[in-house]
């Protein structure tokens, strides 16, 4: 019932940006933590960046002052808005939101910076 549907993804030129959305629905998620991970090829999934219900916000070191996270709790919604990207960001990026006991994923958006 819970779906989470993430839009957004796509090819992009070294540098530049992209903007991630994920809309969450099924049920309300104002006091759930939301985020977005990532996963590149051969690689572990990792966490990109995180949200809380309060809107505390944090970021791995990697995409710290590039990348910014986001939540419209009227909308369910969660972004990433990701500047000066670099093909080191490649990856598949996964929407999260949870809370103790459950947890949800999207399907997952390509990012693909290339030239």
């Known amino acids: 019932q819970v779906q989470l549907v993430e839009s957004g993804g796509g090819l992009v030129q070294p540098g530049g940006p992209l903007r991630l959305s994920c809309a969450a629905s099924g049920s309300m998620f104002s006091f759930y933590a939301m985020a977005w991970h990532r996963q590149a090829p051969g690689k572990r999934r990792e966490l990109v960046a995180g949200i809380t219900s309060g809107g505390r916000t944090s970021y791995t070191d990697s995409v710290k002052g590039r990348f910014t996270i986001s939540r419209d709790n009227a909308k369910n919604t969660v972004y990433l808005q990701m500047n000066s990207l670099k093909p080191e960001d490649t990856a598949v990026y996964y929407c999260?939101?949870?809370?103790?006991?459950?947890?949800?994923w999207g399907q997952g958006t390509q990012v693909t910076v290339s030239s």
């Open positions: 999260y939101v949870g809370n103790t006991g459950n947890d949800y």
